[in-house]
Nanobody
Framework: QVQVAESGGGLVQAGESLRLSCTAS????????MGWFRQAPGKEREGVSC????????YYTDLVKGRFSISRDGAKSTVYLQITSLKPEDTAMYYC?????????????????????WGQGTQVTVSI
């Protein structure tokens, strides 16, 4: 049984940092591209970042480039999203995504249909 579990969200002030974690079990972690999506109230789910199977290739949406950093640890079957300089507009539920393939691409960030498994989400709220 595949399980995808996020953690690390919370209530922070603008300018602060957070590190989100996502651990996947019940699958061969090294064979999947991984990503993070987010969804703010009243908005569609949007791709934020993704990383290919071995961590060598990463993509970010333009909105977060320079502030977000994705990485993965195969030994722990965990993908991380380091977020710095948080802004109120970053407030959203952040979802971990296991893609159907071992790669990721910039276009994949706009394709939630390419996600094989989703986590339950972790809430990030940024106050002014």
């Amino acid at each position: 049984q595949v399980q995808v579990a996020e953690s690390g969200g919370g209530l922070v002030q603008a300018g602060e940092s957070l590190r989100l974690s996502c651990t996947a079990s019940g699958l061969t972690f090294a064979t999947y591209g991984m990503g993070w999506f987010r969804q703010a109230p009243g908005k569609e789910r949007e791709g934020v970042s993704c990383v290919n199977w071995n961590g060598a290739i990463t993509y970010y949406t333009d909105l977060v480039k320079g502030r977000f950093s994705i990485s993965r640890d195969g030994a722990k079957s965990t993908v991380y999203l380091q977020i710095t300089s948080l802004k109120p507009e970053d407030t959203a539920m952040y979802y971990c995504a296991v893609f159907r393939d071992d790669f990721c691409s910039s276009s994949a960030l706009g394709r939630p249909d390419l996600v094989h498994y989703w986590g339950q989400g972790t809430q990030v709220t940024v106050s002014i």
